[in-house]
C-alpha cells in the first residue's frame, strides 16, 4: 500500500470520526431539555417526535415558566406525552387529575395514570398510588396495597412513602406492629430532609 493511499484511509477516518463527535455533541445538547425555551422545545418537536419536550413544554405551561401560567394547555401537552409512555409526563397527568388542576377531579382516571408510572418505577407516583389506595379514592381502599406501593416509593428513597411506611408500622395497618421498622423508615425519611419525620425522630431520642 503505498503512502498517500495510506494518508487517505487516516484522513478519512479522521473526517468520519469528527463528524461522529460533533453529531455526539448536537444531540446530547439538545436532549438536555430542562434549560430550553417553550419555542425551542417546539422546535425540536417540528423536527422528530419527543415525548420529553412534550413533558417539557407541560412543565413551562404548569410553572408560568417562559410562557403566561396555563394549566389547561400544561394538561394538554403532558397527556400527548403520558400517551407517548414517557413516565414522568404519566404522573404529572394523573396529578392533575388528583387535584383538579388544569381538568376537572377525577380520582379515577389520577389512579389509571398514576398506575402506569408507578409500575415503571417513578417513585412519586407509587407513593401517590399508595395514598389512593389508603383513602379509597379512584379505587377500593386497601390498606395492604397501600403498605406496598409506600415500600416501593420508600425502598426507592421517597421520603413520604418512608414515613407512611413508618407510621403503617408504628400502628400495625397492612404490616405487623414492629417498632423497630417504625424508626428504622422513620430515620430513611428524616435522611431524605422530611421535617415531620426529623421531629419524631428527635422525639423518639428524647424519650429513650
Known amino acids: 500500500m503505498s503512502l498517500n493511499t495510506k494518508m487517505e484511509k487516516i484522513l478519512k477516518k479522521k473526517s468520519t470520526l469528527e463528524k461522529k463527535l460533533v453529531t455526539e455533541g448536537l444531540t446530547k445538547k439538545e436532549n438536555d431539555l430542562g434549560d430550553k425555551s417553550v419555542e425551542e422545545l417546539k422546535t425540536i418537536l417540528r423536527k422528530r417526535d419527543d415525548a420529553e419536550a412534550q413533558c417539557e413544554i407541560g412543565k413551562r405551561y404548569a410553572e408560568?415558566?417562559?410562557?403566561?401560567?396555563?394549566?389547561?394547555?400544561?394538561?394538554?401537552?403532558f397527556?400527548?406525552?403520558a400517551d407517548r409512555g414517557n413516565i414522568v409526563a404519566q404522573r404529572l397527568l394523573a396529578d392533575a387529575y388528583y387535584y383538579g388542576n388544569g381538568v376537572a377531579q377525577n380520582f379515577e382516571e389520577a389512579v389509571k395514570w398514576f398506575r402506569k408510572s408507578a409500575d415503571k418505577g417513578d417513585a412519586e407516583a407509587q407513593k401517590y398510588l399508595g395514598w389512593c389506595y389508603q383513602n379509597g379514592q379512584?379505587?377500593?381502599?386497601?390498606?395492604?396495597?397501600?403498605?406496598?406501593?409506600?415500600?416501593?416509593a420508600a425502598e426507592q428513597g421517597n421520603a413520604d412513602g418512608a414515613m407512611e411506611l413508618a407510621v403503617a408500622y408504628q400502628l400495625g395497618q397492612g404490616v405487623a406492629q414492629d417498632d423497630a421498622e417504625a424508626v428504622k423508615w422513620i430515620r430513611k425519611a428524616a435522611e431524605q430532609g422530611k421535617a415531620g419525620a426529623q421531629w419524631v425522630l428527635g422525639l423518639a431520642y428524647l424519650e429513650g
Open 64 to 77: 408560568g415558566n417562559g410562557v403566561d401560567k396555563n394549566l389547561e394547555e400544561a394538561v394538554k401537552w
Open 79 to 81: 397527556r400527548k406525552a
Open 138 to 152: 379512584g379505587v377500593a381502599q386497601d390498606i395492604n396495597q397501600a403498605v406496598a406501593w409506600y415500600r416501593k
